[in-house]
């Protein structure tokens, strides 16, 4: 073998490892959003510190194995929105979904229990300890060892071999000492005895186009049957059997008996979570404003709110991909002051608004969105107030609408992106999500859903803070009560238990990190674009490169400034304003 075909082998061998770890973090994160950061880690080939390629080649893995994991993931993480309790020691249960566990002090009675174990040991929290499906014998061996583990009086681990009345099988139970909220000592009692969840069959088939044949064949290699016992109770050859994991390792795109059990164990994982809801944002001081909408010819709803002057000079404000609609109440009594009668329109698939038709130019029916709405009003000009790539819809309705737009302020704006170093500047999470708008638009609508419930699981506050953690600037922002309430209040369009618009954040996305050039360079109108010096998506350089091909526009550098110029500088920004709105 020569030294060219060596460094060939290793290369595929790291491509293979790098893909293989890939799924497994995509599966980690259907289970459990927090595991984010990791996949964004792995992603972009960061393991152990190095990187297997440009980013070109690290983000975009056209590989259609990782795309079908991507599909399969996506159905599962469509059923998690899972929260993981209240922290007391009934977390730890949850925890553990997929074994039958319980908790208890020795005592008659069990004290929790998870859904595993209700349906293993048909138990429930309260039900008598002599309720499990064990001899007498072994019951009061069982509760002894619990007593003593949870006192303190054995070793911190004790395990027990058991043996079901139900099944004749035998049943080792791991017990262990649990910190208790309610100041109870308590044991962990965690079996072998795995569960099948009710519904899980279908979202097998469902996720990997199995058969019901198939399913069954999988349910029991899961539950650890061998292929004789299989075939033996399904009255077929081994044979047979092998040739439907065969097809089952195919569809799966598993490679190995162990690798299908570990992905159908974390999927079944998902399957066993329960549901939760965001809470309701408080507002913090900031004034009601109602949603008004109309409908279009097409049938479609828009909303959009309204603060400052009803009479006074219209300004249309676009709210970002996070769907930030309102301002510090500060600035909104401000706005009333400064005579401004400030419309903020609710985008597609964001609140209420309703989704984009189906296969339309984003970016182009965005624009005519906004102008649907200032027409409605009867609104003849208006200035227009956009943060990050929300400039595209601007400068294309400034386009395509001769007149409408008097001028453009962009606060914080992301100008199109050209090439791999601008968008390594970014910091993780942006680059994270627009790298793989622009590479992988693929895959991008599962990373943003996972981000979604990454949110729910945080809490909004707590997402933010870590999305935006690369800024000191945004981070001192953030802080600001009235800030936070804007923020988080704003945002209610975009992620609280009534609304998710991951569909519409992802196809945002991937319409900014198209390049939109010509509409940069066709925009004729007034555009002020304020940026600031710590943000985390286009920093100073980037902007200085793109400058050199939009001479037009006009850029003003901020200081301690990132992604939140505008919640931080908002009196700056009106001063701004004040140059570009219409006479």
């Not at 296969?359 to 208006?382: C, E, K, M, P, T």
Request: hydrophobic share 45%; glycine share 6%.
């Amino acid at each position: 073998m020569t030294e060219i075909d060596r460094k060939r082998n290793t290369a595929q061998l790291a491509h293979g490892e790098h893909r293989a770890e890939i799924v497994d973090r995509l599966y980690e994160v259907a289970l459990d959003p927090i595991r984010l950061e990791d996949l964004l880690e792995v992603w972009e080939g960061r393991t152990a510190g190095l990187r297997v390629g440009p980013l070109e080649t690290a983000i975009t893995l056209e590989d259609p194995e990782i795309e079908a994991h991507v599909s399969r993931a996506t159905v599962f993480l469509d059923r998690m929105e899972a929260s993981r309790g209240d922290g007391s020691y009934r977390s730890v249960l949850e925890d553990i979904p997929r074994f039958a566990a319980f908790l208890a002090d020795g005592g008659a009675k069990v004290a929790a229990c998870n859904r595993a174990a209700g349906v293993a040991f048909a138990i429930e929290a309260g039900s008598p300890m002599t309720a499990l499906p064990f001899t007498p014998e072994d019951i009061v061996l069982l509760r002894r060892e619990m007593r003593r583990v949870a006192g303190g009086k054995a070793e911190k681990v004790v395990t027990l071999r058991l043996r079901s009345v139900v099944t004749d099988n035998p049943v080792i139970m791991r017990i262990s000492a649990v910190d208790s909220a309610d100041e109870r000592h308590l044991a962990l009692a965690l079996s072998t005895e795995l569960v099948w969840p009710e519904g899980f069959s279908q979202t097998v088939a469902e996720a990997f186009g199995l058969t019901a044949a198939e399913v069954e064949v999988v349910q029991a290699i899961t539950l650890g049957q061998p292929l004789k016992d299989i075939a033996d109770a399904r009255g077929r050859s081994v044979e047979t059997v092998r040739t439907q994991m065969r097809s089952i390792l195919a569809k799966t795109e598993t490679h190995s008996q162990s690798e299908l059990v570990r992905v159908v164990l974390a999927l079944m994982d998902v399957a066993l979570l329960p549901a939760a809801a965001l809470p309701v944002t408080e507002k913090a001081g900031l004034e009601e404003r109602p949603f008004r909408h109309l409908t279009t010819p097409q049938g479609r709803r828009l909303e959009w709110i309204e603060f400052g002057d009803p009479t006074g000079t219209p300004v249309l404000y676009m709210h970002l991909d996070y769907g930030l609609i309102r301002w510090p109440a500060t600035a909104e009594r401000a706005a009333l002051a400064r005579g401004l009668r400030v419309i903020v329109p609710v985008r597609a698939g964001y609140g209420s608004s309703s989704p984009m038709p189906k296969g339309a130019d984003q970016s182009a029916s965005g624009a005519a969105d906004y102008a649907a709405v200032l027409d409605h009003l009867g609104i003849r000009q208006a200035a227009v107030i956009c943060l990050g790539a929300d400039l595209r819809y601007a400068m294309i309705l400034a386009n395509t609408r001769p007149g409408l737009i008097s001028g453009i302020l962009g606060c914080a704006a992301q100008l199109p992106l050209r090439t791999a170093a601008q968008y390594e500047r970014m910091d993780k999470w942006q680059r994270f999500i627009l790298a793989n708008a622009r590479y992988a638009p693929k895959i991008l609508p599962f990373l943003v859903q996972a981000g979604f419930s990454l949110a729910r699981r945080l809490g909004k506050e707590s997402f933010f803070t870590q999305v935006n953690g690369g800024s000191p600037a945004d981070m001192e922002t953030f802080a600001r009560p009235e800030v936070r309430a804007a923020m988080l209040s704003g945002s209610d369009i975009c992620m609280t238990a009534k609304f998710s618009a991951h569909a519409a954040f992802a196809l945002e996305c991937i319409g900014s990190e198209r390049d939109w050039s010509d509409v940069v360079r066709a925009c004729s109108v007034p555009v002020v674009l304020l940026q600031g010096d710590q943000d985390p998506q286009t920093p100073k350089a980037t902007i200085q490169e793109l400058m050199q091909d939009f001479p037009h526009l006009t850029v003003e550098f901020l200081p301690d400034c990132g992604q939140l110029l505008f919640f931080k500088e908002w009196p700056a920004a009106l001063d701004r304003l004040a140059t570009i709105l219409p006479r």
